[in-house]
């Protein structure tokens, strides 16, 4: 018996000694394994740290670069670098909101429910617009001497807006939806007429107007075009309501830096201002050069939305030659398909616009010592003579070709104009002016295209642009008559304040009046 219980004693103490070293084993193992994953995970985190750093650097050296350029030949004395940075982050709010719609008013739907719900937002949101957008300069204009604040509350509505609108895309309440839409849309233009109006006040000597112009479009359009696949992913990924929220972000930090602005941004009011009935009277008689440069907008304008519509729906209808349709036909193999499918296309036709935006934008800085009106006038006939020509030789190709041309005459001709104004229009009604030249340019992208989602039903897009070509004929032929009309004119008035009152008809019977040089 003793002799058992010895022998239980024995082999207790064995696997007691057992599971000690086993236990002592672990221990090790896992004392090395810890020291293994801490040797990791710092190899990790300095791995991360060192890309982190690596960004940073890559970043503040991007920022360095951008502020160099956008603060060149004096602009960060007067304001304008300020002025450029403000706008350029402010086309990229507007980008995330026009992503964050696209995918819920277009892509979102079948192509004719989406036909549909494009001429409602027409007409819901961009004609109300145009009523209003009349008495956003007048405005405006009572508020000169705080114009950084106004530019920071038309950023700040936006943001607000934006949220309203996340909240109307989960249960698809259209009327928010729309209403939000047209606040935005009217807040977008309320900024841009005011960045408009206090040009002339942050211009540096050694600058033109329409180089200015050019150069706050410039970085809106690089911003803007970085911003979009950006939103587009971000709306595909997350979703319409989380690029708005995002957009609504962009917005209120956007309009902490409009506060920053420098002061001389605010005029004073002049203490014998005007009636309002001598305003509207001003407003409405603009001047000739004015005049004629916002109707060759108009017409730019008005062949801009038609186009946009107009491609947009021949496209995803497959309509235009050398594309494929998006599902194969029965019995077809796919790699037997040849041509753009049109998604791809879409994406083409957004960069090559894009594309045709940055070179108006630096075309418009290199003719910025030749006459804005002659721009205009030139970049009309351009764009006459590329639609003609788009028309008869009508494919994929020259669609793509179409779409820069129009971005390009669109860019350039509104950077013209708006030199013109800003040199034309006293600082008392500017902002009213350029309200009333946004409205009638508005109303001409809503016409346009209304009418290009019409012709867009005849599924013939050598039609459509046949019949914008006549149009755009016959309005640059027009305004050309017109144009050497009233210079006849004023040549006439000019050799009648000439000649001598009394002894016109001594010399008409001699000689004849030799023309003032």
């Known amino acids: 018996m003793a002799d058992g219980w010895e022998k239980a004693g024995e082999v207790s103490r064995r696997v007691g000694r057992g599971l000690a070293d086993a236990g002592r084993a672990t221990a090790r193992g896992a004392r090395s394994t810890a020291r293994g994953t801490a040797s990791a995970a710092r190899s990790t985190a300095r791995g991360t740290a060192a890309a982190a750093k690596g960004t940073a650097r890559g970043a503040r050296r991007v920022g ?47 192509v004719g429910e989406a036909r549909g719900s494009v001429a409602l937002y027409l007409v819901i949101t961009m004609i109300p617009f145009a009523l209003v957008a009349p008495f956003v300069g007048p405005i405006l204009d009572r508020f000169r001497s705080g114009r950084r604040y106004v530019m920071a509350g038309t950023l700040f509505g936006r943001g607000l807006l934006c949220f309203a609108m996340a909240a109307a895309v989960g249960p698809n309440d259209l009327v928010t939806l ?23 006040s942050v211009l540096p000597a050694d600058i033109t107007l329409v180089s200015a112009n050019a150069r706050v479009a410039l970085f809106s359009l690089i911003a803007a075009g970085a911003a979009v696949p950006i939103a587009a992913g971000l709306a595909t990924w997350l979703g319409a309501a989380w690029t708005l929220r995002l957009a609504m972000v962009v917005f209120l930090m956007t309009g902490v830096l409009a506060v920053r602005l420098p002061r001389h941004v605010d005029s004073p009011d002049d203490a014998g201002e005007e009636s309002g009935q001598v305003r509207w009277r001003t407003v409405l008689k603009m001047g000739p050069a004015v005049t004629e440069s916002m109707l060759a907008n108009i017409g730019i304008r008005l062949f801009s939305g038609f186009l946009l519509f107009f491609l947009l729906f021949l496209v995803q209808e497959s309509n235009v030659p050398g594309m494929r349709a998006a599902v194969p036909p029965a019995g077809v193999p796919v790699d037997q398909l040849t041509g753009f499918v049109p998604l791809t296309l879409i994406a083409l036709l957004a960069g090559g616009a894009g594309l045709g935006g940055l070179v108006g934008a630096l075309a418009a800085n290199w003719a910025r010592h030749h006459s804005p009106l002659l721009i205009i006038l030139l970049t009309s006939a ?10 008869v030789f009508f494919n994929v190709w020259w669609a793509l070709g179409i779409a820069f041309t129009i971005a390009f005459a669109q860019e350039l001709g509104k950077l013209a104009m708006d030199a013109i104004i800003q040199r034309e229009i006293g600082e008392e009604v500017r902002s009213s002016t350029f309200g009333v030249v946004e409205a009638f340019l508005q109303v001409a992208w809503v016409f346009g295209g209304l009418v290009g989602l019409l012709l867009s039903l005849t599924e013939s897009g050598r039609a459509g642009l046949i019949a914008l070509s006549v149009v755009l004929a016959v309005g640059l032929v027009w305004l050309l008559a017109r144009r050497r009309s009233r210079i006849k004119a004023r040549d006439s008035r000019a050799e009648a304040e000439q000649a001598p009152s009394g002894v016109v008809d001594v010399i008409d019977t001699t000689k004849p009046l030799t023309r003032p040089q």
């Open 64 to 110: 360095q670069a951008t502020r160099r350029l956008t603060h060149a030949n004096g602009a960060d004395r007067t304001g304008l670098g300020r002025l450029i940075e403000l706008t350029a982050t402010h086309s990229v709010g507007d980008a995330l909101v026009t992503g964050a719609l696209a995918t819920t008013i277009f892509f979102g739907l079948p």
């Open 178 to 200: 729309f209403a939000s839409a047209l606040g935005v849309l009217v807040l977008s233009k309320a900024y841009n007429v005011s960045r408009a109006a206090v040009m002339p």
């Open 382 to 391: 351009f764009t006459l003579v590329i639609t003609a020509v788009t028309a």
